[in-house]
C-alpha cells in the first residue's frame, strides 16, 4: 500500500500572510488540524491548529479584549508555521510514512509531486488504514498467538486454518518480547471459535487470546 492511496485529497491550503485567526476559522471549518502553507504554488510551510491557539503577543498583562483582538490580527500564519517540512510521495509506501511520522513525532506529512502539495497523509488516516488491516468492522474470531521465530511456523497455522474451511478476514505480526517470538493476531470467518481453538493451540507456543467480534 502506498501513501498515494490513502492520503487526503485535494488538500486545503493557506498563504503565509493569512492572519492567523482566519487560518484557525477555516481549520474549523473544514474539520482539519493542520495544512500546507502554500505561495506561489509551492510548498513553503506547515501549520497546526496548535501552533495557531498557542501564538500571543509577548506581553498581554494589562490589555483589553480590544487590544488582545488587534494584536492577534496582526500575527500571520508565517510568524507561526514550521518552515523546514518534511514531505513524501505519493509512491512512498505507507508504513515508511508511519515510520517517519513516529520518529519526528509529528502528525502529518505534506504529499508533494515535484515542487507541488498533492496531498497530506495523517494520523488519522493511518489509524484508517489499521482499522482496516485487524478487520476491526468485521465479524470473526480473533485470535492472538505466540509463535516461534522460525521458517514455516507462520505457514503451519494459516494453512490449518484454511484447510479447515477459515477464511481471514485480518492478520497482523508484532514483536514478541524477544528475538525468537513473533505475536501474531488474525481474524477468520467460516469458524467458530472452539473449532478455531482446537486447530490453533497445537501449532503455537502460546495462545493469548481468542474471541468473537466485532461489528
Known amino acids: 500500500m502506498l501513501v498515494g492511496e490513502r492520503m487526503s485529497h485535494p488538500v486545503t491550503s493557506i498563504p503565509p500572510d493569512m492572519p492567523i485567526v482566519d487560518a484557525l476559522n477555516l481549520m474549523k471549518r473544514q474539520r482539519i488540524r493542520r495544512t500546507p502553507v502554500v505561495k506561489d504554488g509551492k510548498l513553503v510551510g506547515i501549520v497546526s491548529d496548535k501552533d495557531l491557539l498557542n501564538a500571543s503577543p509577548s506581553s498581554t498583562q494589562a490589555m483589553s479584549v480590544w487590544e488582545m483582538s488587534y494584536l ?18 505519493e509512491d512512498t509506501p505507507i508504513e515508511a510514512a508511519a515510520r517517519i511520522m513516529a520518529d519526528n513525532k509529528i502528525g502529518g506529512l505534506p504529499v508533494v509531486r515535484g515542487e507541488h502539495v498533492v496531498g497530506i497523509i495523517t494520523e488519522t488516516d493511518l489509524f484508517k488504514v489499521l482499522l482496516e488491516m485487524m478487520g476491526a468492522r468485521e465479524m470473526g474470531v480473533r485470535v492472538t498467538v505466540v509463535i516461534r521465530e522460525e521458517p514455516g511456523q507462520l505457514a503451519r497455522l494459516t494453512q490449518a486454518i484454511a484447510t479447515s474451511g477459515g477464511n481471514f478476514v485480518a492478520f497482523g505480526q508484532f514483536s514478541g518480547g524477544d528475538k525468537a517470538h513473533r505475536l501474531v493476531t488474525f481474524k477468520v470467518d467460516g469458524l467458530d ?20 467480534c466485532c461489528d
Do not use: A, F, G, N
Open 72 to 89: 492577534l490580527s496582526k500575527i500571520m500564519v508565517k510568524d507561526v508555521m514550521t518552515k523546514k517540512v518534511l514531505t513524501i510521495t
Open 193 to 212: 471459535e472452539q473449532l478455531v481453538r482446537q486447530i490453533t493451540e497445537p501449532l503455537v507456543e502460546r495462545l493469548v487470546d481468542i474471541r468473537v
